[in-house]
């Protein structure tokens, strides 16, 4: 059975270095710019949400003086529009991310990146969306910038098991159908599956305006292949098995690889997509502050 404990997920010492991050959109987005992030749209006019705490720095036109008349505290109004980012974190939960070779399995690495992910979003007051995929799209939480959403997100992750079958193209072409407004979409992925269909999934977002980040997870194994002795192999989505003898077949198989890895990052750059490949040896919170600092670096 899945662990559905959230309290797994961001101790107090990533959460700690969190708050001094940001994660800034690169390209437009649709919303109300209030610091953080560009916006195609000025003085439109919005539809209300819902009621949010009084925050320094925040317009005083917006506080609602009904409101403070009846309760004597200071409430802003929150319009549907008023969000600056709208992101999406699709997670691969095919049964291939299980796969590990020390403590931490991929799909455990990537979770633990996605709920990182949430809190530095929702933090920045961005609302912030989960998807979980494998041959098909299995849950979707809507975006939400409210502070208690957070619980919603961690809540599904720690419901999640890795299973069944990957078809990634076919997820990522769903999903960027039904995203209307455009925004930021992350990707975690061990990516082990047709290139071609994936890259095809993940221009569909960039046709839409989309900004993409995918964060390629790989075990160190998979990357070196530096298995000691003869060993039966089983693909852990289809169960076909084949034994052979690994010092044999490493030089090809990790040329075989870098090829693979090298489509993705010269596809990626040329569709203005952010290729980050992980290893699962580095921890991930320091993976994440890397990643965030290069990007602050670069827009």
Request: glycine residues 4%; hydrophobic residues 40%; neutral net charge.
């Amino acid at each position: 059975m899945p662990n559905t404990d959230y309290r797994q997920f961001l101790n107090p010492e990533t959460i700690s270095k969190l708050k001094s991050m940001e994660m800034k959109a690169r390209l437009v987005v649709e919303g109300f710019i209030t610091g953080l992030h560009k916006s195609p749209y000025h003085g439109f006019s919005v539809e209300f949400a819902e009621h949010r705490q009084y925050m320094p720095g925040d317009p005083i036109r917006d506080i609602d003086w009904k409101v403070y008349a009846k309760s004597d505290r200071y409430y802003v109004k929150q319009f549907e529009e008023e969000t600056n980012l709208k992101s999406y974190i699709l997670l691969d939960t095919s049964a291939s991310m299980s796969y590990t070779s020390a403590k931490v399995s991929k799909f455990v690495y990537a979770a633990n990146l996605a709920a990182a992910l949430a809190f530095l979003m929702l933090k920045q007051r961005d609302a912030v969306g989960l998807v979980t995929f494998d041959e098909r799209v299995r849950q979707f939480v809507p975006p939400k910038s409210a502070s208690v959403h957070l619980h919603a997100l961690l809540t599904t992750l720690a419901g999640v098991e890795p299973q069944a079958r990957t078809e990634t193209g076919i997820a990522l072409h769903e999903m960027a159908e039904r995203i209307k407004r455009r925004g930021l979409i992350i990707v975690l992925s061990d990516l082990w599956d047709d290139p071609s269909r994936i890259l095809t999934g993940l221009k569909h977002f960039r046709h839409r305006k989309h900004e993409v980040i995918v964060f390629h997870v790989l075990d160190p194994t998979e990357r070196e292949f530096n298995f000691p002795e003869e060993a039966l192999f089983r693909d852990m989505e289809t169960g076909e098995e084949i034994s052979t003898l690994p010092w044999q077949i490493r030089s090809e198989y990790q040329r075989t690889l870098g090829e693979h890895v090298d489509r993705y990052r010269r596809e990626c750059r040329q569709a203005f997509v952010d290729y980050v490949p992980i290893d699962t040896s580095m921890p991930y919170d320091n993976a994440l502050f890397t990643y965030l600092g290069k990007r602050a670096r670069l827009y």
